[in-house]
Structure formats: C-alpha cells, structure tokens
C-alpha cells in the first residue's frame, strides 16, 4: 500500500477566516500636512496577528505604509505600537483576540516623535538607555576565570534581564508623556539589572545618576509600564527596589 501524505488543512478543517477592519493612523513627513486615519478591510485568519495584517496592507494594498518589525517572534523588540489604545507588540497581538466588531485601531506609540506612520525616533529613549550604564562595570584586573555568581544572587536580577528594549513600558507611562527628560521605566529596568548583579561595581554611580530629578522619584507608580511590558517584567516593583537602594546606600 502506497503511504500519501494528507493535507493537514483538509483533514482538520480551514482555519476560519474572517474581515477585520484595520484603522491606521499614517503620517508623512514630506507631504507638509499633520496625521491623517485610513481604513483597510482584510480578510484574515484565527491564527494571524495584528503584524500580519500590517503586511498585508504593506505586500499588497499600500507599499507606501511604513513600520517596524524584525524578528516577528516577540525576540527583537521593534514593533511595539498602540493597538486599540494600549501598548502592545504587533507579532504578540493575535486578531482573534480583540474586537473585531470594531475597527482594530493601531497608532505609533506616544511621547517620541513620529517619523513616518508608526515608525518613532527612538533616539530620546536610547540616550536614556545610555545613560544609566547599561553594561558590566568591574575594576581591578581582568580575572584568568569567569566571574562567579551563585544561584541566588542570578535570580536577584532576573526579571529585569528580560527586557527587549521595545519601549512599551516608557511610552504608556503618564509621567513621559508629560516630561521627555525623564528617564522612564526602561531606563531604569536596565540600571536595575546592573545594580543588583553581584558581579558589578558600577551601582553607586548608577544610583547616583538616577537620583536625579528626572529620575526615579518622578515615577507615580500609575503600573502603566508593567501593563504595558510584553515580558511580563514587573516594572514597578524594580523602581520601587531602585528608589529603595537610592536610600539605603550610601554615596
Ligand atoms: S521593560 Fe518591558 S516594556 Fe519596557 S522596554 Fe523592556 S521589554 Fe519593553
Ligand atoms: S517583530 Fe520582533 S518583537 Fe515583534
């Protein structure tokens, strides 16, 4: 008997299809007017993301529509953007999911400018990445063997090890919106990684840096940020060790 290979779609059925109404908000900078919403109607499937309907108004009704992605796994952190006014990530957020009785609405994240469609300058977040050292800070020689931790002393920092830099937490807090200076939640969950690491000798500097006035202490503890975060870090609890560290350490 001669084995045929079967059509896994056939024998368990179509993926349900279904129209969604894609409501983006674009922008060109070159063309001298301000923001403008278009629509696009699409048929899409229970298994697509709210970045799959991006390319398929990009690959085949709009080239011209500009935004971010890489990976499209959730891995690189670039397509963070407003979907029906919350801050998600586009290859994390599945169609089926919101409500699709609606137009699905998709915005460029808030509190960094536009500079085209849903493409941000991310630089103002970067400079504040920057600045708080986000790197292994050790003196002395370089040691002949890896620098040893203990289990305990990894799992200190490990919430904050999981960030992709995609800015959803520092774009959904009120306090940035209202004051580009201040450092914002990502910033200071990348010092935190730092600060708490056993093998680092850089965290009175760190922590000096974020005493600052556009520091720590502008946070409102709204949980925005950890609403916001599509790694499920727990953003206000490493502010709140942060603020804490600022008073129990000494400079
Ligand atoms: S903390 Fe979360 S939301 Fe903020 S940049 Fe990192 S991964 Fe994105
Ligand atoms: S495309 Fe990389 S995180 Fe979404």
Redesign the pocket.
Known sequence: MTATLENPQTEMGAIPSFQVTMRVERFDPESGSGSYWQEFTLTMHGTDRV?DALHQIKWDLDGSLAF?????????????MRINGRNR????TLLKDLDLDKPVVVEPIKGLPVKKDLIVDMEPFFASYREVMPFLVTTGNQPSRERLQSVEQRAVFDDTTKC?L?AACTTSCPVFWSDGQYFGPAAIVNAHRFIFDSRDEGAQQRLQILNDKEGVWRCRTTFNCTEAC?RGIEITKAIAEVKRAIVTRSF
């Open positions: 970045l971010r992605r890489s990976c499209a796994h959730g891995v690189c952190g670039s397509d963070a990530l586009a290859c994390k992709i995609c599509p």
